[in-house]
């Protein structure tokens, strides 16, 4: 158990800081939802100095342009540059599911298609799974692909996906289709790459409970797609997905936003309760903290547990769930927190969300959301006592019915 | 960066939960519970020394097993699953650790090797009253040498032969080295909420005592036996909290409740789930609080304190979910869950309550300069 670098470990430290001091922009801090074309440009462009360098995708095969790193040198790498404020959400759902699911599973001329421009920022990739039917239950999915009647040996597809993050600005998707209603769900799903320029795709952003707009709706009309955009094997989607799906939790669950030590920081420039010193003084606040300091360092530490395991080439097992389970919940109760100690003022919007309070305020609605992306608190509970403690799975009425045939709402 | 027990630390770690199993059954464990007049396993204790446990960290000159904190962090754990009825905590987590960082080298001479042995027992007697403990405020003193006062409860101060006693002297407050077969002491056994480890009220009376560590250094000292000891207790919380969670899906596999087993129910698979995050979270924070003590890292305050909050709401939760999981059959004596309900209180106490605990760690978070 060791906390501190190896010899080879810190000589990649000072690597990464030194080339960092020499080449990283300005942090932004552009929040999800209120990227722009300027902040896009900005990104791509960070991220293709970043691969040029052998930053990016760390541990990706060197064949097909990543870095051939450790897990290691990715962690180390990803602690500088977040500490500079950099990470950015806009690569993220490409490198980190949809770019690790072709490599999987993809076929050699999509590798090397499409992995190297993803790495090099050149191209931006979107998860086209959710569906206005099909949250919790995304093997749900109505969106139909048919084989076009022409023998050319297309497909021809229709439907809608929802809550889709970055549709506006991708260039490719990755989309989870219904090739055959007559079998049980799981096994008339396949999934495509899409060109998201192609026609009949129509992307409507979706006005958020928070009022931004990084969600999309994405509508498909006809959209004809070839055969040979299709990964995996026809009827084979799910397994395809659950790749993806795996890639998610290892990806998702940092804690996004102002943390405990931003929370201390705010209480400590606030007066406590009937003007007694600061807020920070206040016992009741001083147990919360403590307790939600304890969770924020737990979850950082089992987050590095996972990463031992797969450094040592195990895989990490479901425990990644944990995540978000903590981090989402946490985000919002520390923004309740936060807004209570502001008091009145705690209602007073803030846009700036550089600022503590703007911060907190935006936590307060993000929170709400972050329950739901990515799995749903119940859903990743149920995923962790089926698939790591080994419980009974819920009793499913639609699991042997042909898919056409399984009751549904209006 | 290596975040996990090494292939040879595993290795000790499942032989010693196989020795346990063997020699620790839930009968032993019962074996005290049941018997008023039986304070402590005697027959385990001696085979734990023999297996060099008691002197796991202790050197070799001195008559240990010179292995690091990783391996003894490894073997906490295994105790704390098998609820093991031994003086162990107050022992080797607390008096040795306090001896061997802080004490002088003739104390380390005379003490390390008996505990080595299993024949020396040590306690940490701190508590005189209700309440949080303030080591300023200790009516307990010293004076020439000798010390006078009462302390309740100590945890295994009715069997122990050595005790690190809280006492103002002329210099403040201090710690002080007392050899229990010394003159004016009297121990009576006192009843607690988990009587598989045993407690006891003791008065000395101008008893002969030695000072442990610099004069007028009594609170820092104690605030840094604690932070050592906070480590291994969480251990054996994570050790404990994680036999509650096989406890209850073991129950929830095989009893059926409306046709189907009562594990099939989301509501008790939720707070299985629930159980295994906040254990998991507690391992964590106990790796790292392993890792400071191992390593002699200045984290260790804040390191020490999450693991201790950690691991107390860890064992806290998944004891008492355990048994509500067993429905009446766990409200009853025979079944196994109040075994863990009172031992995950006893070790959540005995080194201070979450109040004192979280209020160590703010303050360590202020001192470090976060802000």
């Given at each position: 158990m060791d906390f501190n670098d190896t010899p080879e470990e810190a000589e990649y430290r000072a690597r990464v800081r030194a080339w960092l001091n020499a080449n990283a922009p300005a942090a932004r801090g552009?929040?999800?939802?209120?990227?722009?074309?300027?902040?896009?440009?900005?990104?791509?462009?960070?991220?293709?100095?970043?691969?040029?360098?052998?930053?990016?995708?760390?541990?990706?095969?060197?064949?097909?342009?990543?870095?051939?790193?450790?897990?290691?040198?990715?962690?180390?790498?990803?602690?500088?540059?977040?500490?500079?404020?950099?990470?950015?959400?806009?690569?993220?759902?490409?490198?980190?599911?949809?770019?690790?699911?072709?490599?999987?599973?993809?076929?050699?001329?999509?590798?090397?298609?499409?992995?190297?421009?993803?790495?090099?920022?050149?191209?931006?990739?979107?998860?086209?799974?959710?569906?206005?039917?099909?949250?919790?239950?995304?093997?749900?999915?109505?969106?139909?692909?048919?084989?076009?009647?022409?023998?050319?040996?297309?497909?021809?597809?229709?439907?809608?996906?929802?809550?889709?993050?970055?549709?506006?600005?991708?260039?490719f998707g990755l989309l989870l289709v219904r090739t055959d209603p007559d079998v049980p769900k799981h096994k008339g799903l396949t999934m495509f790459w899409i060109d998201m320029k192609a026609p009949g795709i129509e992307v409507r952003?979706?006005?958020?409970?928070?009022?931004?707009?990084?969600?999309?709706?994405?509508?498909?009309?006809?959209?004809?797609?070839?055969?040979?955009?299709?990964?995996?094997?026809?009827?084979?989607?799910?397994?395809?997905?659950?790749?993806?799906?795996?890639?998610?939790?290892?990806?998702?669950?940092?804690?996004?936003?102002?943390?405990?030590?931003?929370?201390?920081?705010?209480?400590?420039?606030?007066?406590?309760?009937?003007?007694?010193?600061?807020?920070?003084?206040?016992?009741?606040?001083r147990e919360k903290l403590a307790d939600w300091y304890v969770a924020s360092e737990g979850l950082r530490l089992t987050r590095l547990r996972s990463l031992t395991a797969l450094s040592r080439g195990e895989t990490p097992g479901s425990e990644a769930s944990i995540g978000k389970i903590i981090s989402a919940r946490h985000s919002q109760e520390l923004a309740y927190e936060a807004l209570d100690r502001l008091d009145q003022y705690g209602i007073v919007a803030n846009g700036d969300v550089a600022s503590l309070a703007g911060g907190f305020q935006r936590n307060f609605f993000w929170g709400a959301a972050m329950r739901i992306a990515g799995g749903t608190d119940e859903i990743l509970k149920n995923i962790i006592a089926e698939r790591v403690l080994g419980l009974p799975l819920d009793i499913r009425v639609d699991r042997d019915v042909a898919f056409r045939d399984i009751p549904r709402g209006a | 960066?290596?975040?996990?027990?090494?292939?040879?630390?595993?290795?000790?770690?499942?032989?010693?939960?196989?020795?346990?199993?063997?020699?620790?059954?839930?009968?032993?464990?019962?074996?005290?519970?049941?018997?008023?007049?039986?304070?402590?396993?005697?027959?385990?204790?001696?085979?734990?020394?023999?297996?060099?446990?008691?002197?796991?960290?202790?050197?070799?000159?001195?008559?240990?097993?010179?292995?690091?904190?990783?391996?003894l962090c490894a073997?906490?754990?295994?105790?704390?699953?098998?609820?093991?009825?031994?003086?162990?905590?107050?022992?080797?987590?607390?008096?040795?650790?306090?001896?061997?960082?802080?004490?002088?080298?003739?104390?380390?001479?005379?003490?390390?090797?008996?505990?080595?042995?299993?024949?020396?027992?040590?306690?940490?007697?701190?508590?005189?009253?209700?309440?949080?403990?303030?080591?300023?405020?200790?009516?307990?003193?010293v004076v020439g040498g000798r010390l006078s006062g009462a302390k309740v409860p100590v945890t295994d101060g009715d069997v122990a032969t050595h005790a690190i006693v809280a006492a103002c002297d002329e210099a403040g407050p201090g710690l002080f080295i007392v050899d229990l077969a010394g003159e004016g002491i009297a121990r009576e056994a006192i009843a607690t909420l988990d009587p598989t480890r045993s407690v006891a009220r003791i008065t000395f009376a101008g008893s002969p005592c030695e000072r442990l560590g610099a004069a007028g250094e009594g609170a820092a000292l104690l605030s840094a036996i604690l932070d050592r000891a906070a480590v291994l207790f969480a251990f054996e919380q994570v050790g404990g909290a994680g036999r509650?969670?096989?406890?209850?899906?073991?129950?929830?596999?095989?009893?059926?409740?409306?046709?189907?087993?009562?594990?099939?129910?989301?509501?008790?698979?939720?707070?299985?789930?629930?159980?295994?995050?906040?254990?998991?979270?507690?391992?964590?924070?106990?790796?790292?609080?392993?890792?400071?003590?191992?390593?002699g890292a200045a984290e260790l305050p804040e390191a020490a304190a999450a693991a201790r909050i950690a691991g107390t709401q860890a064992y806290d939760f998944a004891a008492r979910e355990n048994l509500q999981t067993h429905g009446g059959m766990g409200f009853t004596w025979e079944a196994d869950c109040h075994l863990h309900l009172r031992r995950a209180r006893q070790l959540g106490l005995a080194l201070g309550g979450l109040p004192l605990w979280r209020e160590r760690l703010i303050r360590t978070l202020e001192s470090r300069n976060a802000l």
């Amino acid at each position: 158990m060791d906390f501190n670098d190896t010899p080879e470990e810190a000589e990649y430290r000072a690597r990464v800081r030194a080339w960092l001091n020499a080449n990283a922009p300005a942090a932004r801090g552009v929040a999800h939802g209120h990227e722009d074309s300027e902040s896009i440009a900005a990104d791509k462009a960070w991220q293709a100095r970043k691969a040029e360098a052998g930053y990016a995708c760390i541990t990706w095969p060197r064949e097909w342009g990543g870095a051939g790193g450790t897990t290691a040198q990715s962690v180390i790498f990803n602690e500088e540059e977040s500490r500079l404020g950099l990470g950015s959400a806009v690569f993220g759902i490409g490198l980190g599911m949809c770019l690790p699911t072709i490599l999987a599973v993809g076929s050699e001329a999509d590798k090397a298609r499409f992995v190297a421009p993803a790495m090099r920022g050149e191209q931006v990739w979107c998860q086209l799974f959710s569906e206005p039917s099909a949250g919790s239950d995304v093997a749900a999915s109505r969106t139909r692909a048919v084989p076009a009647d022409d023998g050319s040996g297309d497909w021809i597809i229709n439907g809608q996906k929802v809550w889709t993050s970055g549709a506006h600005f991708s260039d490719f998707g990755l989309l989870l289709v219904r090739t055959d209603p007559d079998v049980p769900k799981h096994k008339g799903l396949t999934m495509f790459w899409i060109d998201m320029k192609a026609p009949g795709i129509e992307v409507r952003q979706i006005h958020q409970a928070d009022g931004g707009s990084g969600f999309n709706e994405v509508w498909f009309t006809d959209v004809r797609v070839a055969d040979s955009q299709r990964i995996g094997e026809i009827g084979k989607g799910w397994n395809v997905a659950l790749v993806t799906l795996m890639n998610e939790r290892l990806s998702v669950g940092g804690e996004a936003g102002p943390g405990w030590r931003a929370l201390m920081e705010l209480a400590a420039s606030l007066p406590g309760v009937e003007g007694h010193g600061s807020a920070l003084q206040d016992g009741g606040f001083r147990e919360k903290l403590a307790d939600w300091y304890v969770a924020s360092e737990g979850l950082r530490l089992t987050r590095l547990r996972s990463l031992t395991a797969l450094s040592r080439g195990e895989t990490p097992g479901s425990e990644a769930s944990i995540g978000k389970i903590i981090s989402a919940r946490h985000s919002q109760e520390l923004a309740y927190e936060a807004l209570d100690r502001l008091d009145q003022y705690g209602i007073v919007a803030n846009g700036d969300v550089a600022s503590l309070a703007g911060g907190f305020q935006r936590n307060f609605f993000w929170g709400a959301a972050m329950r739901i992306a990515g799995g749903t608190d119940e859903i990743l509970k149920n995923i962790i006592a089926e698939r790591v403690l080994g419980l009974p799975l819920d009793i499913r009425v639609d699991r042997d019915v042909a898919f056409r045939d399984i009751p549904r709402g209006a | 960066m290596n975040f996990d027990y090494s292939h040879e630390q595993k290795f000790l770690k499942d032989e010693a939960r196989k020795f346990l199993e063997e020699r620790c059954p839930v009968t032993a464990v019962r074996g005290v519970l049941d018997d008023g007049g039986k304070p402590f396993d005697r027959g385990l204790w001696q085979a734990v020394a023999g297996m060099g446990w008691t002197g796991a960290v202790i050197p070799e000159k001195w008559g240990g097993t010179g292995l690091g904190h990783i391996e003894l962090c490894a073997i906490a754990e295994e105790l704390g699953r098998a609820l093991a009825p031994i003086p162990f905590a107050s022992t080797v987590y607390v008096f040795a650790e306090a001896i061997l960082a802080f004490g002088s080298d003739a104390q380390r001479e005379a003490l390390l090797p008996g505990i080595a042995s299993g024949a020396v027992i040590g306690c940490l007697a701190t508590s005189e009253r209700e309440g949080a403990l303030s080591i300023e405020g200790m009516a307990a003193n010293v004076v020439g040498g000798r010390l006078s006062g009462a302390k309740v409860p100590v945890t295994d101060g009715d069997v122990a032969t050595h005790a690190i006693v809280a006492a103002c002297d002329e210099a403040g407050p201090g710690l002080f080295i007392v050899d229990l077969a010394g003159e004016g002491i009297a121990r009576e056994a006192i009843a607690t909420l988990d009587p598989t480890r045993s407690v006891a009220r003791i008065t000395f009376a101008g008893s002969p005592c030695e000072r442990l560590g610099a004069a007028g250094e009594g609170a820092a000292l104690l605030s840094a036996i604690l932070d050592r000891a906070a480590v291994l207790f969480a251990f054996e919380q994570v050790g404990g909290a994680g036999r509650c969670l096989e406890y209850a899906k073991a129950y929830a596999m095989e009893r059926y409740a409306f046709g189907r087993v009562i594990g099939s129910y989301q509501a008790i698979k939720h707070k299985l789930a629930d159980i295994y995050v906040r254990n998991e979270l507690a391992r964590s924070s106990a790796y790292y609080g392993a890792w400071a003590l191992n390593s002699g890292a200045a984290e260790l305050p804040e390191a020490a304190a999450a693991a201790r909050i950690a691991g107390t709401q860890a064992y806290d939760f998944a004891a008492r979910e355990n048994l509500q999981t067993h429905g009446g059959m766990g409200f009853t004596w025979e079944a196994d869950c109040h075994l863990h309900l009172r031992r995950a209180r006893q070790l959540g106490l005995a080194l201070g309550g979450l109040p004192l605990w979280r209020e160590r760690l703010i303050r360590t978070l202020e001192s470090r300069n976060a802000l």
